[in-house]
């Protein structure tokens, strides 16, 4: 009886346990949307071909993908050249209507095929919608093909063909179609003279662009035409024919600056609208280039065409990239995002520096930037702003060597610096973020502890003479021992143990037998004391803890 009853409390145990089961695949069941319902699957990327499961075939991959894309670029180049050489030889009507006439069969051939090739086709699409665009451009801005003289009657033309662009790939949703389309009118608007209509009609491109980005996270095709935009502007700066020919320089100043910031201002905007549904790979993309080449197309024409207000330019680009930060926080964008924005203004203000200030006010200047840069960073939780400040330091320790005086204090306000920096890394105080763990915390310590070390002998150097560098070497180990045991971080001694190793080979492969009988003396004496008393810590401390 004992076992009938045990074998149907199995029983029904394990009934229980099929209803369960059961109850759950049903509910599965009815979460997963049935081949009807279920969204069509996305497009192939215009910037990155469809991975299936299987292995691609390379060669395939070669004829299929970058064949067609290449190909279409090629065609619409030759297009472009057969209506800047030979378009002028015909009248006004046939120019017009041959031009939107090839692009439109262009555009109605990609149609019909992509019926049964879709990607295939929708490329060739996009090659049709760029070369009515071109068609457009060239109506005014090609001399022999020009036939509408009016420069805002021709933008606006090619406003309405931008916008038409945007609104027929918005309608198929294809990324291939905006990104062919609209990388293709960037780059055919290089193929004749570069000036002021070229960087407004590219401008306008990089507007629909960036709609990609804003509407539908698209991130390729906005990504190429920052880099197409800036491009753009260098080839037309370094023409100085084409930069308002005839104006004086504080005018050429002015203009090539206001495209630079319009293309910074747009760039930023677009990525800062919805930054927290952006990649964290594409949102430092974009604020990298876009900072890239705003300082640096922004400095060379600085330079060039008024050189005195360069330190002025860096400190305002600085000051953009710490209000992009604090949008970003705003905005909620990842944290990465908003460190970028930081460390890059910091870097900003520092490549400034130089510009501005002497060789000792330069270095002080960078020891200064680097320390703020360090304690705001653990302040903030940016622990690459935290890295950014150590690197000043390191580059104000480096160039100590240009000040004309005053090294030894530069040598310890850089010790105490370090020092700081890598006990705030450390530091658990209430109000601020919790400090940083693990292999990046020990990165940055050891680090910090490097550049105390070097700055202790940068000062033992300036105050000892030279027949007792050694010793002094011996000395600047003590400290960072000393150093090491007060604020109980292992890294200081080993950096210690590191000069001290040098301090021992150079007292026996120098010392022993270049310096005099009583300095001899005097250095193994002093060395001996201090290895003896360091010893003494270790073993107290070992005794200690045993």
């Known amino acids: 009886m004992a076992e009938a009853e045990d074998l149907r409390e199995v029983v029904r145990r394990l009934e229980a346990s099929v209803s369960r089961l059961e109850a759950r695949l049903e509910r599965l069941e009815g979460a997963t949307p049935s081949p009807?319902?279920?969204?069509?699957?996305?497009?192939?990327?215009?910037?990155?071909?469809?991975?299936?499961?299987?292995?691609?075939?390379?060669e395939a991959h070669l004829g299929t993908y970058w064949l067609s894309r290449v190909g279409i670029v090629a065609l619409i180049i030759g297009f472009a050249f057969l209506i800047i050489y030979h378009f002028g030889e015909l009248g006004v009507l046939v120019r017009v209507g041959l031009g939107y006439l090839l692009s439109g069969g262009l555009a109605a051939l990609g149609l019909w095929l992509s019926r049964r090739h879709e990607l295939f086709g929708r490329i060739v699409f996009g090659g049709g919608l760029a070369l009515s665009y071109f068609v457009t451009y060239a109506l005014h801005f090609v001399p022999a093909v020009r036939v509408i003289p009016s420069e805002p009657l021709a933008l606006v033309l090619l406003a309405l063909n931008v916008v038409g662009i945007v609104v027929v790939a918005q309608r198929m949703h294809s990324e291939t179609v905006?990104?062919?389309?609209?990388?293709?009118?960037?780059?055919?608007?290089?193929?004749?003279?570069?000036?002021?209509?070229?960087?407004?009609?590219?401008?306008?491109?990089?507007?629909?662009?960036?709609?990609?980005?804003?509407?539908?996270?698209?991130?390729?095709?906005?990504?190429?035409?920052?880099?197409?935009?800036?491009?753009?502007?260098?080839?037309?700066?370094?023409?100085?024919?084409?930069?308002?020919?005839?104006?004086?320089?504080?005018?050429?100043?002015?203009?090539?600056?206001?495209?630079?910031?319009?293309?910074?201002?747009?760039?930023?905007?677009?990525?800062?609208?919805?930054?927290?549904?952006?990649?964290?790979?594409?949102?430092?993309?974009?604020?990298?280039?876009?900072?890239?080449g705003m300082l640096a197309l922004g400095a060379l024409e600085v330079e060039r065409w008024g050189e005195p207000h360069l330190f002025?330019?860096?400190?305002?680009?600085?000051?953009?990239?710490?209000?992009?930060?604090?949008?970003?926080?705003?905005?909620?964008?990842?944290?990465?995002?908003?460190?970028?924005?930081?460390?890059?203004?910091?870097?900003?203000?520092?490549?400034?520096?130089?510009?501005?200030?002497?060789?000792?006010?330069?270095?002080?200047?960078?020891?200064?930037?680097?320390l703020a840069a360090g304690l705001a960073g653990r302040g903030l939780g940016a622990g690459a702003l935290q890295g950014v400040g150590v690197g000043l330091l390191y580059v104000a320790l480096g160039a100590i060597w240009q000040a004309a005086s005053g090294r030894a204090l530069l040598d310890a306000a850089l010790l105490v610096g370090f020092a700081l920096v890598e006990r705030a890394s450390v530091a658990q105080v209430g109000a601020l973020p919790a400090p940083i763990q693990g292999r990046r915390r020990d990165t940055l310590q050891f680090f910090c502890a490097l550049g105390a070390g070097l700055a202790l002998l940068w000062l033992v150097g300036e105050l000892m003479p030279d027949e007792l560098t050694t010793l002094g070497w011996g000395v600047a180990a003590f400290g960072l021992f000393a150093l090491g045991f007060a604020v109980r971080e292992r890294w200081y001694r080993f950096i210690g143990l590191g000069v001290l190793a040098f301090t021992l080979g150079r007292l026996l492969l120098v010392d022993l037998a270049g310096l005099p009988p009583d300095q001899r003396i005097l250095t193994f004496l002093l060395l001996g004391v201090m290895l003896l008393a360091v010893s003494y810590v270790y073993t107290r401390l070992r005794g200690n803890r045993s």
């Open 36 to 58: 009807a319902s279920a969204p069509p699957l996305p497009e192939a990327s215009a910037s990155s071909p469809p991975v299936p499961e299987e292995k691609r075939d390379l």
């Open 178 to 292: 905006a990104g062919i389309a609209l990388f293709l009118g960037l780059h055919t608007g290089m193929l004749s003279d570069i000036t002021t209509f070229t960087l407004l009609s590219t401008t306008l491109l990089a507007g629909g662009a960036l709609f990609f980005l804003v509407k539908n996270r698209w991130v390729i095709v906005p990504l190429s035409s920052l880099v197409s935009v800036y491009s753009t502007h260098v080839v037309w700066a370094m023409r100085t024919d084409a930069l308002a020919p005839g104006q004086p320089e504080s005018v050429r100043l002015a203009l090539s600056l206001s495209f630079l910031v319009l293309y910074y201002l747009l760039f930023s905007v677009a990525l800062l609208v919805h930054p927290r549904e952006l990649s964290r790979r594409a949102s430092l993309s974009f604020a990298l280039l876009n900072w890239v």
């Open 312 to 370: 002025t330019f860096f400190a305002l680009v600085a000051l953009a990239q710490g209000v992009g930060a604090a949008v970003a926080g705003w905005r909620r964008a990842s944290s990465a995002l908003v460190q970028a924005f930081l460390a890059t203004g910091v870097l900003t203000l520092a490549l400034g520096i130089p510009t501005e200030y002497g060789a000792t006010a330069r270095v002080w200047a960078w020891a200064v930037v680097g």
